[in-house]
Structure formats: C-alpha cells, structure tokens
C-alpha cells in the first residue's frame, strides 16, 4: 500500500487572498516578499546568508509555479522549470481566520464553519469574569500582562514581578488565543499546565481556539528564554479529517512537531515533539524510512512562524527556508515508490508586514515522490484539496470537504 506524508512550513504563505483586506493584510505576500528582499540585497546578513533567495530543491518542485498560480508572478530570482519535478499550485481557505488550527485542520479536509471568538481589546483584553474566574479556579493571586503582545517581550517585561508574586502573565493577538506565560522553576510546568486546562474549560464559551502554555526559564540578572514545553490546549476539529480516516482504515499515524495538540490529540496515534526545525524533520525522515505500508505522517514545521515571521525577521525566515531545502534531498531519498509528499503551509505571516500577526493568504503546493509527475494544479479552492489528494492516494474514505486533483 502507499505511504503518504503532508509537511506544514508554518506560515509559509505565497500570496494575499481576495479576502486580506478584511483582515487587515491586503498585499501581504510572506513568500514574495521574503523573496523580493533576497534578490534586493536587502536580506543578506553577516555568517547567516546573502544573495537571492537559494531554495533549488523546492524550485525543483514548482515553487515560483506555485507564487505565479498564486499571483500571476513568479518568485523573484527563483526560477520556473520547464520540467517541474512534482505537481504544484496553491490553495485558498475557506475557513474564516488566519490561525493555525482553522489552517491545519481544513488542509486535514474538515474547513472550520463557525466563526471564532477574539480578544480585540489590546488592553484590558480579558474580560472581567474571565478575569476572575482564573483567579477563583485556577487558585492564583492575579494576572499580568491582560494585553495583545509579543510573547518575548511581555516576559520581559513582567517576569520578575511573576517570579515575585505568582502571578501568571496573560496575554492574546489578533489570533483566537489565551496564552499563559510562567516560570518553569519558580511556578512549575505542571501547575502551568494544569492551569491551562482549567483556563480552557473558562474560555469554551467564548469560542476560543486554543489556550497556550509558554514555559519560560532565567532570572532577571541573566535574562530570560522560553524553553521547547510549550503545550496548546486545543478544542478538536468539529467533523472527520484525514487523521480519523486512517485511524479508521488501521493504518499506521505518525504526527510531528505540535501536530498533537492542534488535533487535540484525536487519532494522532504516534506523536514525536522535540524543538526545532532541524529536528523535527530529522523525524520525518527517520519516519519515511520506517512507518509501515499504508502509513500517514502529519508534520508540522513551527520555527518560520514562532522565531522569524512573529518577530518580523527576513534575513532569519529566509535562512530557514533555505536550511530546509538543502534537507530536502534527505527525505527525498527516503521515500519508497508509491510515497506521497505533500508540502504546503496553514496561513501566512510575512516577516516583511506591518505589527506582528498571520497574514491572511493563499499557501503553496507542492506533491512529490516516486512515480509522480510533475504538472501545474492551479489555484485550488479550499486548503481541504490537500487532505483529499492524501486520503485518495492512501486509499482511505473521501473527507467531508475537498477535491484532489488526481
């Protein structure tokens, strides 16, 4: 039986959708951008990298096929090949948001119906009985924080006086999120988690997608760094996705990276979590070399997202794009014939882009392995292809949304 494999490059968007306007992001391009500025000169640092932006692998593929589908240009200085080595275009989504559940699980074939519950006052964001029932429930003498912000600088900011109080640090962004920032020492990761928990049953009704531990360690002499525990406390997709297919046909499920939680852990089967690109797609090797016939594997891809769109790097998010290119290859000849590898991403966040949220936008695609020709799929009409397209291939019952190309 095939195998087949879809690998998430969070955030790595190719395109403001027709919809960006109304949130915000008309004219963001994360992989456009990024792009324009390597071949400007404009994303070279010192021992890091310099020129245009050198992905040939996933040029290869169709890379700068899958921009031009997405907006009718191809990537600067990333060439177009005459024979592309894998199938390749890019979606829309049809979910409303630009977060990583509603992203991840409309790719897994199950588009997000409802619309999701926000935060929208930058401070002050929580409401005043949310306020006080964390107090109550969660048996701590305050919050910090209760604002939108970066994850980095509001510990910064209020790390010392939690360590001093016990207060835990609150904060959200434009995404439908409570995050929840404590020290691992002074706190405890257990009590850190067990309050998540509590915090997710009080935010339930307010249609909040997910509740984030943000473990932290340091002093404020030494400074302070989030260390790889963070844990989401996600609702589960509300119909069938392609994990539930295979977990019903038997089959053999890998999930990587923060693939579990994003799922709420419903038919992730075999989860392997570390830190790092590098790492996770160590794993995802490793799993194509071992899983079983028939197997599927759910890897999600976090740094381009967490580390460089977040913090508006372009020089760093293109170091990574390319740092994954280069492996590229390694998977590559770890597939067996009958493999499926599908690439893609969740939403967009453009490093290049005003403040510091997603950016609404079409994501890139690229399906490849042994066997498969390569051609142009367009633009396709929901993320929900990409599910499809694995599920068809695996053999496994159609999703509840979605096309595959082939």
């Known amino acids: ?55 040939p692998n996933m040029a290869a593929l169709g890379l700068s096929g899958a921009h ?26 049809i979910s409303q948001g630009k977060d990583t559940p509603s992203g991840h699980w409309e790719i ?61 640090i609150c904060y959200t962004s434009v995404d439908s999120v409570l995050q929840i920032a404590a020290h691992e020492a002074t706190f405890g990761l257990k009590r ?56 019903e046909a038997g089959r053999a499920i890998v999930t990587i990276g923060k693939i579990g939680d994003i799922f709420a852990h419903r038919n992730t089967q075999t989860e392997r979590k570390a830190v790092s690109n590098d790492t996770h797609f160590t794993m995802a090797v490793e799993t194509m070399r071992e899983m079983p016939d028939g197997g599927f594997a ?32 390694e998977l590559q000849a770890a597939l067996k014939p009958g493999d499926l590898v599908l690439i893609t991403a969740d939403h967009g966040n453009d490093p290049s882009w005003p403040g510091t949220d997603h950016t609404r936008e079409h994501v890139p695609i690229l399906a490849f392995g042994p066997g498969i020709a390569g051609k142009a799929i367009g633009k396709r009409a929901s993320f929900a292809d990409i599910g499809q397209r694995a599920a068809s291939h695996l053999g496994l019952a159609a999703l509840p949304a979605g096309t595959s190309w082939r």
């Open 68 to 93: 031009l589908a997405s907006t009718g240009a191809p990537l600067a200085g990333v060439p177009v090949p005459d024979k592309p080595a894998g199938e390749y275009g890019c979606a829309l989504e």
């Open 298 to 329: 759910f890897v999600n891809l976090v740094d381009f997202d967490t580390e460089f769109g977040h913090r508006r790097d372009v020089p760093g998010y293109a170091a990574a794009l390319e740092a994954f290119d280069r492996r590229l290859p």
């Open 192 to 247: 850190l988690y067990e309050l998540c928990k509590t915090v997710r049953i009080l935010v339930d009704p307010l249609n909040i997608g997910r509740v984030i531990a943000r473990p932290f360690i340091g002093s404020p002499e030494a400074g302070f760094q989030r260390t790889p525990n963070r844990k989401d406390f996600a609702v589960a997709p509300p119909n069938v996705t392609i994990l539930d297919r295979a977990h």
């Open 108 to 168: 897994a074939g199950c588009p997000v119906p409802f619309k999701w519950g926000y935060f929208r006052d930058r401070d002050n964001s929580f409401p005043p009985d949310l306020v006080a029932g964390i107090l109550r429930e969660g048996g701590v003498p305050g919050i910090l924080g209760n604002c939108h912000a970066s994850g980095t600088t509001i510990i910064d900011e209020h790390a010392a006086e939690h360590m001093r109080t016990g207060k835990p």
């Open 1 to 55: 039986m095939p195998r087949a494999m879809i690998i998430v490059l969070d955030s790595v968007g190719c395109g403001a959708s027709a919809d960006a306007a109304d949130y915000g992001d008309a004219g963001a391009n994360t992989l456009g951008h990024i792009a324009e500025h390597c071949a400007a000169g404009k994303a070279d640092r010192a021992g890091l990298r310099s020129g245009p932006l050198n992905v």
